[in-house]
């Protein structure tokens, strides 16, 4: 097929370019490169379309083809983009980045070099000839401007003529387009035969091909998307594009699979799309009202909320009643306390919701127990560290549900306390300084039962005070302070010696509050009135101090983490626990997770961990995780990457 067939058919929506998240990435030095193998004849690759139905598509510009099929470009986009770009002067639809990238290409009669508009060499200069102009008016616009430099030479004037022909016939060049189309050819085994093809550069997740489909029959899709993600943003809470698809999924289809959206009519998605952004805010609403938690940090077991937005599926969008809401959250929490989601999640999801639709919530439950054998928590449980573990959240939770007091001023702990440094903040209850003095390892230090919540003011006013001194005062002035946060009042565990038995001791009392708040969410006595707002929650300030600390520690993470949202890479999660995805067990404490790769879902998971054990190392590599040691490390790593990428 000809380049300009190409062109044309994307215009007429024909051949649609797919809403990949990463959008438009490459530079001017490579569109430049580009138009000059172009120029030479050099081979350019070929490109791949997947053929998918659009018989309910609205679509771009045309209609689709007759038969409702519309070729999506896996293997090109880059490509197609920037011909569609210096050929038609403008950016196609559905364009994410810089238009600039590829505005202003010129090219040297004599030389016969392509570079982009600089004033100080091209003004004035008609050796210099606008690339994207020349496409627009044909070569007769320029005959009198190569006459003239000619001069009356006409092997001159001859080869000019010639040189410019070569540029705009690039457009009448044949390339080579592999079509995978049939019913076989599902979500999954495109998403292989690209990711194989393509071994070298970006890969193709499951979501990304899905929303392609979805953007090609209705091209207003990621930005309604995109809305509601800013909107949850804004609150406080950052989601990604394919979690709200395969919320959507489960929603419209009860499924998990994106493949199932093949079957799924647009009007039915927009509608499904409606109802499942709706049931988001809901359910973030509630599980802020009844839960506590109410920030990013803490809304930990993202994987279950397609099961949760299915079960407001079937109730019109609210929970019909409070012991419905209590065992539904009973379920959550411990579905993410466990791992639920952190093996084959599609699986997990499909038996979760076919569980839920044919028994409802008290079906969800017994699945969970019958996977995990019990559904209780043990004092071992809380031997874990760090803000990414998974008994973080339920710290946090624990201590909004029960009201925990401030250690100083006795205050009830809430995110909307009013008033200069009133804002949430990570204690330690033993302070890191003094521990790390007694030799204690980061682990111990950084241990979930050595954290406690404060007002930033309390927090600033007890510093790095011994507990035998701040906890003393304390326990004289206000002793039921410390009983409200699960700390032992037994003055010996106060010694920097007894850490071990402080901690001990404290996992005992948090296991304890735990099982007692469990039971209440799943027995009852369950609130006569249900407490959702309309509202989404306010942003609290815990998590943003959690990782101005975690960024502290590890030299060079801010800089990195920088560095890749820049060019468009995934964000990582900080302080995240990394687990086995066959067991669901806790291997360790990664200060920067990208658990679907540096890409978004495009890869190998990648964790930065600066003290991992020999045996964490081992048990990471054998499921599949890249480890890296150092910012540094990590950073040569993604410049590596990149270069890579631009090469092919």
């Not at 997947?50 to 880059?78: F, M, V, Y």
């Not at 000839?129 to 044909?138: I, K």
């Not at 109410?294 to 079937?314: I, K, Q």
Request: proline share 5%; aromatic share 10%.
């Amino acid at each position: 097929m000809q380049i300009s067939q190409i062109l044309d058919k994307v215009d007429s929506g024909d051949i649609a370019l797919p809403e990949f998240q990463r959008g438009y990435v490459w530079t001017r030095d490579q569109v430049r490169g580009f138009f000059q193998s172009l120029y030479r004849g050099y081979p350019i690759g070929g490109f791949l379309t997947w053929s998918t139905k659009a018989g309910n598509a609205d679509a771009r510009g045309n209609s689709p083809e007759k038969d409702g099929t519309i070729h999506l470009l896996l293997d090109g986009q880059q490509r197609v983009t920037t011909l569609f770009g210096v050929t038609r002067g403008t950016p196609p639809q559905f364009f994410e980045g810089n238009p600039d990238t590829f505005s202003g290409l010129h090219f040297n009669l004599d030389t016969e070099a392509f570079e982009f508009y600089a004033p100080a060499k091209m003004k004035d200069n008609p050796t210099w000839v606008n690339v994207t102009a020349l496409f627009q008016q044909g070569i007769g616009a320029h005959l009198v401007t190569v006459t003239t430099l000619a001069e009356g030479d006409t092997v001159r004037q001859a080869t000019y003529f010639e040189r410019l022909n070569r540029i705009t016939q690039i457009k009448d060049r044949l390339v080579h387009i592999e079509d995978v189309t049939g019913p076989d050819m599902t979500i999954d085994v495109v998403v292989e035969i690209f990711n194989r093809v393509n071994s070298g550069g970006t890969k193709l997740s499951k979501g990304d091909l899905a929303l392609a489909a979805v953007c090609a029959s209705w091209p207003g899709a990621r930005a309604t998307m995109k809305g509601a993600l800013t909107d949850w943003s804004d609150a406080g809470f950052n989601f990604k594009l394919d979690w709200l698809l395969r919320n959507t999924t489960a929603v419209v289809t009860g499924g998990a699979e994106f493949s199932r959206l093949g079957e799924v009519a647009m009007a039915e998605f927009k509608d499904g799309l409606q109802e499942t952004v709706a049931a988001i805010s809901y359910l973030l609403n509630s599980l802020g009202g009844r839960l506590g938690l109410d920030h990013d940090r803490v809304v930990n077991g993202r994987g279950a909320f397609p099961v949760m937005s299915r079960l407001l599926h079937h109730h019109g969008g609210a929970f019909p009643d409070a012991m419905t809401r209590d065992r539904l959250f009973y379920w959550y929490i411990h579905s993410f306390l466990w791992g639920r989601y952190t093996g084959a999640t599609e699986t997990a999801l499909n038996q979760d919701i076919q569980a839920l639709d044919e028994g409802g919530v008290d079906a969800l439950i017994s699945v969970l127990q019958r996977s995990r054998g019990y559904l209780d928590i043990r004092r071992d449980d809380f031997i874990v560290s760090s803000i990414g573990s998974r008994f973080y959240p339920l710290l946090y939770l624990l201590t909004r549900v029960h009201g925990a007091q401030d250690l100083l001023s006795g205050v009830p702990l809430k995110d909307t306390l009013l008033g200069r440094n009133s804002s949430l903040q990570v204690h330690h209850i033993f302070p890191k300084a003094r521990l790390r003095e007694y030799g204690y390892s980061k682990e111990e230090v950084n241990a979930v039962a050595n954290l406690c919540f404060l007002t930033q003011d309390s927090n600033l006013k007890i510093g790095a005070k011994p507990p035998a001194v701040y906890l003393e005062e304390i326990a004289e002035r206000m002793p039921e302070t410390l009983s409200s946060q699960w700390i032992p009042t037994d003055r010996l565990l106060w010694r920097p010696e007894n850490y071990g038995y402080f901690l001990e001791e404290r996992r005992r009392l948090l296991a304890s509050a735990a099982n007692s708040f469990l039971r209440v969410l799943h027995d009852g006595p369950f609130p006569v009135a249900l407490t959702e707002t309309s509202g989404l929650p306010l942003r609290s300030a815990a998590n943003i101090a959690d990782q101005e600390e975690t960024s502290e520690e590890v030299p060079g993470l801010s800089d990195l983490v920088a560095l890749l949202a820049e060019v468009g890479m995934a964000q990582p999660e900080h302080e995240a626990e990394v687990c086995d995805p066959r067991t669901g067990k806790a291997i360790t404490i990664a200060a920067a997770f990208w658990p679907q790769g540096l890409q978004e879902e495009s890869g190998t998971p990648v964790l930065l961990a600066p003290e991992t054990t020999p045996a964490e190392l081992t048990a990471l590599e054998s499921c599949g995780y890249r480890v890296f040691h150092s910012s540094e490390s990590l950073g040569r790593y993604v410049s590596r990457l990149r270069s890579e990428q631009r090469a092919n």
